[in-house]
């Protein structure tokens, strides 16, 4: 992609992330209709989707030769990763929405010809950006991302999971989870993944491992973690795959290695 | 108490919470030591250390007959919960301090008697301050706090708790922990007791379950709880003690009986 393309595609993508968190702000505290898709716990609400139709709108309005895979099914049935494709969540952590009134995000992942370009991903209550444009670094608000450090152990990681990895299962061998979960330092779960993503980024978490996430859980997240140099990929060492739902083990390099091999054993 | 007595001390108790707040913002982004205590992931730094005895030395200066008992231990050797008695975690969520920077509490519940009468949580870095004086109600910064709703259904509920309860251990049956993760709508896990105490009474959360507390983990958050109409109890279903380790199931009113009927049975 061009270098100036690319900064106008970027410049556009925030001022619309802005405006998207401006809408969610203003009916957070209104009565919304919440409903119930794959299961009971995977919860829609018209938020999600009039913020799917508002950057649907957008798009092709300014960019009509782009796709858009988004949660909601709002935009294109995209089949390959050919030209430029948005993937976006227009509010991951749909659960802390509804029940927290914060805790979530807007993620936004523009590729163009399989490669991350833009990884925008903005906690909306709290109103922290993170940015990632390819080959410019990552950033919080203003602020650059340091490269993640050099000194991770697994011992001294704090690892965000969901508790139901412990549990037993059909993906993934739960009593090896359950020796991470001892020999780790500590665990989180915050119920986002890509605040989850954000959060290793940023360092304050060292790993995150989810069996079940879909392109736009992870595409803006895996852009912004590539930035400061962590790794992304599939638990049976797989690239990650932008058209399919994926297991997913991110992390500091420092530890990548050791929770494929020690940690994380596919039933499937 | 008196009620004069009691409203003269929320105001000292407050400003020193915030004086505290402000000295730990001044030290976090410095090098600070860390060390461990019972085990290594059980951290402390020089930063607990000197918010413990900032809070020992004006407690000791203004109250001399009041006692503290305290997290670090530069508090008194408590043996009873006579006369005026103040609980003080430094730093709830040491972890999160260190790793994190943020997602840490200052924790102060003052009980009189045995009763609570003053209960704050300080969530530092995001300047967040929950209080609770008996019979007033509990606030969140200025706001009023809702008593907790009627309507919550443990299906529909989150609940915090640490993964390690999902793992085999010595305290609780896992399996009916796994059982609880599977049954409830999500869980969430953070950290710190106090603010998962905070986020009970906010409604943000439904319910928390921790095998291990200190009395300085939960001083502050059983009184904030009680304040909305949370329940605070330990697992064998005694009342919580204040001198004592405990196991601790904080909920909404509503389903406290069924995570204590259904999802725990102490093995000890």
């Not at 709002?74 to 390959?80: C, F």
């Not at 001294?156 to 991470?180: D, F, W």
């Not at 980024?201 to 895996?222: R, S, V």
Request: charged share 25%; aromatic share 8%; proline share 1%.
């Amino acid at each position: 992609m061009d270098d100036a393309i690319r900064k106008k595609l970027f410049q556009n993508a925030k001022v619309w992330v802005y405006e998207a968190g401006d809408k969610i702000r203003e009916q957070i505290h209104q009565q919304f209709k919440v409903d119930t898709k794959s299961n009971a716990n995977d919860l829609v609400t018209e938020v999600d989707q009039s913020t799917e139709q508002y950057f649907q709108k957008q798009i092709k309005s300014h960019y009509p030769n782009h796709q858009l895979l988004g949660e909601e099914g709002y935009g294109d049935n995209v089949q390959s990763l050919d030209g430029t494709v948005w993937i976006v969540d227009p509010i991951d952590g749909t659960m802390n929405f509804v029940h927290q009134k914060r805790n979530f995000a807007i993620s936004v992942g523009i590729y163009h010809d399989g490669v991350g370009e833009i990884g925008i991903i903005y906690n909306v209550m709290e109103d922290v950006l993170y940015t990632a444009v390819k080959g410019e670094g990552a950033f919080r608000n203003d602020k650059k991302l340091d490269l993640l450090s050099n000194e991770v152990q697994l011992e001294t990681s704090i690892i965000a999971l969901n508790s139901s990895l412990a549990c037993e299962n059909k993906r993934v061998n739960e009593r090896k989870i359950q020796q991470l979960i001892k020999d780790s330092r500590g665990t989180r779960s915050y119920g986002s993944a890509a605040l989850e993503f954000a959060f290793i980024a940023e360092g304050i978490l060292d790993g995150y491992i989810t069996m079940k996430l879909a392109p736009w859980d992870f595409a803006a997240g895996y852009i912004l973690l590539n930035e400061v140099g962590g790794i992304t990929v599939q638990a049976n060492r797989e690239p990650v795959n932008l058209l399919e739902g994926n297991t997913i083990v991110a992390s500091n390099k420092q530890i990548s290695e050791r929770l494929l091999t020690d940690y994380i054993e596919l039933k499937e």
